[in-house]
Antibody, heavy 118, light 110 residues
Framework: EVQLVESGGGLVKPGGSLRLSCAASGFTFSNYNMNWVRQAPGKGLEWVSSISSSSSYIYYADSVKGRFTISRDNAKNSLYLQMDSLRAEDTAVYYC???????????WGQGTLVTVSS | QSVLTQPPSVSAAPGQKVTISCSGSSSNIGNNYVSWYQQLPGTAPKLLIYDNNKRPSGIPDRFSGSKSGTSATLGITGLQTGDEADYYC???????????FGPGTKVTVL
């Protein structure tokens, strides 16, 4: 059974940093692209970042480019999102998702809430 | 302002059919695959349709997808109260080098 479990969310002040983690199990992690998708309270889905299976290709939404860094450790079956210079508008539930090419996200974690507030 | 457009809401009685449109451009829907996601209240999104019209294992055939040009459509037949959810379309945008989602459509069963 595919499982994606996010952790690392919490309350942080504007300008602060946070590192999200996603522990993957139930599939060969190193064979799949991975992604972060977020959802602000009461709002729709927003793609944040994608990383290819070998970390060769990395993409970011314009809204986080230069502030967020996606990475992965295939030996640990883990995906990460380093979030710096956080803003109030980054407040959202962050979902770890497994991707197939750049076409779709077939499995989603339960999400971790990040709140940026003073 | 979303790159993809969807109606904010659709509704129908139990047993009826609803369709949800998703309109984009040649840089996203026109030249890339479309996927659809269902988000039940308080839960994570779930993949409903991929590659325009394919259903993952476990998704009933009441759900269908189609694409024509720069638009895509999700159809739900035999509407059930358990189908009340938000539905999102998505596609890769080759010009933006970004994945884009529609704003979501809320389905209400009357």
């Amino acid at each position: 059974e595919v499982q994606l479990v996010e952790s690392g969310g919490g309350l942080v002040k504007p300008g602060g940093s946070l590192r999200l983690s996603c522990a993957a199990s139930g599939f060969t992690f190193s064979n799949y692209n991975m992604n972060w998708v977020r959802q602000a309270p009461g709002k729709g889905l927003e793609w944040v970042s994608s990383i290819s299976s070998s970390s060769s290709y990395i993409y970011y939404a314009d809204s986080v480019k230069g502030r967020f860094t996606i990475s992965r450790d295939n030996a640990k079956n883990s995906l990460y999102l380093q979030m710096d210079s956080l803003r109030a508008e980054d407040t959202a539930v962050y979902y770890c998702t497994r991707g197939y090419s750049s076409s779709f996200f077939d499995f989603w974690g339960q999400g971790t809430l990040v709140t940026v507030s003073s | 302002q979303s790159v993809l457009t969807q109606p904010p809401s659709v509704s129908a009685a139990p047993g009826q059919k609803v369709t949800i449109s998703c309109s984009g451009s040649s840089s996203n829907i026109g030249n890339n695959y479309v996927s659809w996601y269902q988000q039940l209240p308080g839960t994570a999104p779930k993949l409903l349709i991929y590659d325009n019209n394919k259903r993952p294992s476990g998704i009933p055939d009441r759900f269908s997808g189609s694409k024509s040009g720069t638009s895509a459509t999700l159809g739900i037949t035999g509407l059930q109260t358990g189908d009340e959810a938000d539905y999102y379309c998505g596609a890769w945008d080759s010009s933006l080098s970004a994945y884009v989602f529609g704003p979501g459509t809320k389905v209400t069963v009357l």
